[in-house]
């Protein structure tokens, strides 16, 4: 198949890669110059996209990320260039469309329990926006597009991490964080392509929620640091569950995250 990733990142190289692997065609748009061999890219302004001289398209990865997270760069990225994406693929024999999304279309922030069967309602612009994309996309192609919403990716750097745990000595509350390694995120991606019946959306995570303040005390022990206090007993953030990808069968190989932290300590 012609593959078509519309954005470029850590997420989509190593989705391509894998496909290139398995003998697909890889084509990518990005706002700059990439170097990998695998993939033929090219640099445009998905606003004003152009995909008149393309092979024909078969599968189509929207993985578009802002900037900054302000509502105006959410707009832009996100919403603003859905119909000149979906205009652009219009002459193409697009099988199926997956757009990366975010769980924070998920609007509960007491700790509740959100899986794949969950209701969306969103308690900020940013996650409305998202909501929005996502509708316009489902409608655009009703019974050809899936939405994946990973929680927190890691796997690359812990840089983030060390600073926070680094810095911090207390936390004003217990919030619950969710994450996903990157190895896994991509596996999970480059499977569709072999999944018959897929649901029109799926929830990415390792169905292990923590606790970010025992995160952080646990980089603080690693590092000889003194551990941090909780302010508060009040609930925030969410426990994310990916049903969806426990149903089809998917396994992780990344369930551990602490060994992978201390993998990328060394």
Not at 44 to 73: C, G, K
Not at 205 to 234: A, C, I, R, Y
């Amino acid at each position: 198949m012609h593959i078509l990733f519309i954005g470029y990142g850590k997420t989509s190289a190593r989705i391509a890669k894998q496909l290139f692997e398995q003998g697909h065609q890889i084509s990518t748009i990005s706002r700059s110059a990439k170097t990998d061999l695998y993939a033929t890219h090219h640099i445009q302004d998905v606003h004003q996209l152009d995909l008149s001289s393309f092979a024909p398209i078969d599968w189509v990865y929207v993985l578009l990320s802002p900037d900054q997270s302000t509502v105006e760069a959410y707009q832009q990225t996100y919403l603003d260039s859905v119909q000149p994406i979906v205009t652009a693929l219009k002459s193409h024999p697009v099988q199926r469309l997956v757009v990366v999304s975010s769980t924070r279309v998920y609007g509960e922030n007491a700790g509740e329990r959100i899986d794949d069967d969950s209701a969306i309602y969103p308690d900020d612009l940013q996650g409305e926006i998202l909501r929005q994309m996502e509708q316009a996309y489902l409608a655009a192609y009703p019974d050809r597009c899936t939405i994946i919403r990973p929680s927190g990716i890691y796997g690359t750097s812990v840089a983030r991490l060390e600073k926070m745990a680094t810095t911090m000595t207390s936390y004003p509350n217990l919030h619950w964080s969710n994450r996903i390694h990157i190895e896994d995120l991509s596996r999970f991606m480059v499977g569709m392509i072999h999944v018959e019946h897929l649901e029109f959306s799926y929830i990415l995570t390792n169905n292990q929620p923590q606790l970010l303040h025992e995160v952080l005390q646990w980089f603080q022990q690693q590092m000889g640091l003194p551990l941090l206090n909780v302010e508060s007993e009040k609930v925030t953030g969410r426990k994310l569950y990916a049903t969806r990808m426990e149903k089809m069968g998917f396994q992780l190989k990344h369930q551990d995250c602490f060994r992978d932290y201390l993998e990328l300590m060394k």
